[in-house]
């Protein structure tokens, strides 16, 4: 299953969908500790999120919300945007219709990014620029 | 206590969490989650019913991941959709605690927003 696959699932309404999310999860190095039979809480998910943006040049935009849908019933539609912080080039938009599957997919899509070695290391911008500097 | 003073409680101290969870249990649709932390897609569903019900609705969540070394800072931004004037900003440390202060200041101010028609 591409990421791309997995970023198109219902993982609010539909229960398999749910579980595959899950499983893509548990396949991320730091979220691995989580059993089978629990979800990874969203704490987690979070926290990885903020330790891939604090590394990599790679960081999600603001998150926004609509609740006028009909076809989500009781749930909003969230949205976010995600790009990298050394060119500011758009990587691509995770879009659900909660929270946790926001989060989820948010994690997701970022650490593909980063493992498809197109994201550089923060530290690596300074060095650029210091080497920019040098050059001037 | 006012929802401006719950609004301003930091939740990385355990009382102000719990202080968070017995208001949130005082709203009628999370009463039935008394003995245990408020599950998040509960309160994502008062907040998604109050804003359909009411004038009001969270345009964004901005995080700010480089700001604070001990985690992200969640904005969450409220506005009346009558007149799109910004009625409260929200901010928390957890995605979570900023959806449990929006549903709080939302439920609050229900009787001062107009209704949907």
């Known amino acids: 299953m591409t990421t791309d696959q997995i970023l198109l699932l219902d993982g609010t309404h539909d229960e398999n969908s749910k579980k595959t999310i899950q499983k893509v999860l548990r396949k991320i190095g730091p979220l ?105 | 206590m006012k929802t401006s003073e719950i609004l301003n409680l930091d939740c990385r101290q355990q009382d102000n969490c719990q202080i968070i969870q017995k208001v949130l249990c005082r709203i009628k649709p999370l009463s039935s989650s008394e003995n245990e932390d408020v599950p998040l897609n509960k309160i994502e569903k008062l907040v998604t019913l ?28 409220i506005m009346n959709d009558t007149d799109f004037k910004t009625l409260q900003a929200v901010h928390g440390l957890s995605l979570y605690e900023v959806f449990a202060k929006t549903a709080i200041y939302m439920y609050s101010m229900r009787e001062k927003v107009r209704e949907r028609r």
């Open chain 1, 32 to 136: 691995s500790r989580y059993s089978d039979e629990e979800f990874v809480p969203i704490e987690a998910l979070e926290k990885m999120v903020t330790v891939i943006t604090k590394k990599y040049a790679i960081q999600p935009q603001w998150i926004a919300c609509t609740y006028d849908s009909d076809i989500s019933g009781v749930y909003g539609n969230y949205s976010c945007g995600v790009k990298t912080s050394d060119t500011h080039a758009w990587l691509g938009t995770v879009m659900t219709c909660s929270i946790y599957e926001l989060m989820a997919k948010l994690v997701i899509f970022m650490y593909a990014q980063v493992k498809s070695g197109n994201i550089i290391l923060r530290t690596e911008i300074k060095r650029k620029e210091a080497r920019k500097g040098e050059d001037e």
């Open chain 2, 50 to 77: 109050l804003s359909k019900k009411y004038d009001m609705s969270i345009k964004d969540f901005v995080p700010d991941v480089r700001s604070n070394s001990s985690g992200t800072i969640w904005r969450a931004t």
